[in-house]
């Protein structure tokens, strides 16, 4: 047992010293690239003396224009031709077939520009300004060409919402333009954006959210502003910023309730056979009736409603001519009975102020009595003003 302890013993010391080493495969090795000081998203500029040689085939794309874009790209075209002649790529104007092909030739050296080339004429299709398309030759700027046409059937809601992504005189374009770094043109069933790959990808997401009508531009403004202002603290640099970030809700709008229709009692047996054409024309006589008395009848039928049909017209076109009732005789009557109340009424207090002035005369009254009876409170009303 002693023997068989010491063995074991032995062992665990010998695989405790060794050290368990990583088994390296075919393709486990160090890379050149795997250095922490290489900024990977960084765009070297081209050197020609990298491809000296040139293009071994030629590659050449070509994109077609609408009719309205042919004379602004006539004029436009030599500055295009220019542009794309420093990198010696060859372009073509077919005014013909209405299209714009781009090919490179034996002075091209950059093997990636035929295809920013090819970039250049669709940004041109899609009504962008020359100038500001040329900048898509340059190694940082990138483009997308958003389809958003096919995203919603409803023709009017699709305008709708591509007019929220316009703004009310451009403003949340705009607004959009300067927090992504990107240039957006909406045209037509497509939205031409312009820029860094990250503001491309925050652009595509907008515009998506917009025409889905899954968030409105301006919630998406809001949340980029917060983003640039935490982008600023460097304390907050490598923090998830969901915390603060706004968490916008989506809320049901409530709609009208439509009326269901009254379930109908449930009866096995099913509902009576609905006379045929036939059958009505059987019960009526018109059956038996022969060819020309039954188009004698339709005929007849069809002047009938003619007739109605031109007298309701008469009547509408008539009523504008007829003149209102004017209700004079009514009002001179109304007045006339009014007069003749107040003469009424002042006859009759006339004659109650007869009646009054006779009982007046009638009965004597003696003045020094009623001056007699009526002087102490004349002098207490007397005393009582002199106070005053």
């Not at 795997?34 to 050197?47: L, M």
């Not at 309730?257 to 009526?284: A, G, M």
Request: charged fraction near 35%; glycine fraction near 4%; hydrophobic fraction near 30%.
């Amino acid at each position: 047992m002693d023997v068989w302890d010491a063995l074991i013993e032995n062992g665990n010391d010998e695989t405790e010293q060794k050290p368990k080493t990583k088994h390296k495969g075919k393709h486990d090795k160090p890379k050149p690239w795997d250095d922490p000081s290489i900024d990977h998203w960084k765009i070297d500029k081209f050197d020609p003396s990298w491809n000296e040689g040139g293009m071994l085939e030629v590659s050449s794309f070509s994109t077609l224009f609408p009719q309205y874009r042919e004379k602004y790209l006539q004029e436009a075209w030599p500055i295009v031709k220019g542009a794309l002649k420093e990198h010696g790529i060859s372009c073509e104007l077919n005014l013909v077939e209405g299209s714009m092909t781009v090919s490179t030739t034996r002075k091209t050296r950059d093997p990636y520009i035929i295809v920013k080339a090819r970039d250049l004429i669709k940004l041109l299709s899609r009504s962008v300004p020359a100038p500001q398309a040329i900048k898509i030759l340059n190694d940082e700027m990138q483009c997308d060409m958003i389809k958003i046409g096919n995203l919603v059937r409803n023709k009017e809601r699709f305008v709708k919402r591509r007019q929220l992504l316009v703004g009310p005189n451009s403003s949340t374009l705009k607004a959009l333009e300067i927090l992504t770094g990107c240039y957006i043109l909406v045209q037509g069933n497509t939205v031409a954006a312009m820029g860094s790959f990250k503001g491309l990808k925050q652009v595509r997401r907008i515009v998506e959210d917009c025409i889905l009508n899954k968030m409105h531009p301006v919630l998406h403004i809001k949340i980029l502003m917060m983003k640039k202002e935490l982008g600023k603290d460097p304390a907050l640099a490598n923090e998830n910023w969901d915390r603060f970030l706004p968490n916008f809700k989506k809320k049901n709008v409530k709609r009208k309730k439509v009326r269901s229709k009254e379930k109908k009692q449930y009866t096995p047996f099913p509902p009576p056979q609905q006379p045929s054409k036939i059958d009505l024309q059987l019960e009526s006589g018109e059956y038996f009736l022969s060819d020309k008395k039954k188009f004698a009848k339709k005929w007849q039928e069809k002047q009938e409603k003619q007739a109605e049909r031109a007298a309701e017209n008469k009547r509408k076109r008539e009523e504008a001519f007829v003149p209102p009732k004017e209700p004079t005789k009514q009002d001179f009557g109304k007045s006339n009975d009014d007069r003749n109340d107040v003469a009424a009424r002042a006859l009759s207090l006339k004659n109650k102020a007869k009646e009054f002035g006779k009982q007046k005369s009638s009965v004597k009254i003696d003045p020094e009595a009623y001056i007699a009876a009526s002087g102490e409170p004349l002098s207490k009303k007397k005393s009582k003003q002199s106070r005053y």
